[in-house]
């Protein structure tokens, strides 16, 4: 007899549980970024990653895919790994002038509706597939967010200052997301 935490009809089943936590994981991290708490919400961040990466296991190993699940783990990646990063980054970079913010607010969104893009055509081609392929078609959402926390770094280290390469940095990950860039499942 199955219990209601491994059973996949259940909306709160372990594998959802653990998508749920890394969607808290990314409202807290936002939250750290308002608070200009960057170094905690990059920690925060990398927690909804590493429950990114369990959740879906878990599912795997105690058959607990659904639709439900398909569907809650796209809206956990676009908020932990699209609006985080876009919003760690724009409040990371530390810009000076109106016209910094324009145009990396510009590109972040470009980013953001990139990354929503990305998700939604994932799930749609989830539904159409029969056998899970070996490679992800474009950057995946998780990968991105790790490239805009890179590309933070470079910035906070002194390495990468010049706000015209970072913008154009950003806009080739934005543009990645959506590429035919063939990435190797983990």
Known sequence: MKTRIMDAQN??????????ANITCGLTALYLVTEERFIIASIIAWCAGVLDIADGKVA???N?????????DSFADF?????MPAFFLFFGLSLETSLEKVLIGIILVWYVISGLRRLIEFNLEAVTKTEKDRYFDGVPTPLGAILLWVLWLNFMGGFIINIWLIAFIIL???L???SHIKIPHP
């Open 11 to 20: 909306h709160f089943n372990i594998a959802n549980i653990i998508t749920f």
């Open 60 to 62: 795997r190993k105690f």
């Open 64 to 72: 607990l895919s659904s639709e439900f699940g398909i569907q809650l």
């Open 79 to 83: 908020l932990s790994f699209v609006i």
């Open 172 to 174: 080739l990950v934005a």
């Open 176 to 178: 990645s997301l959506n």
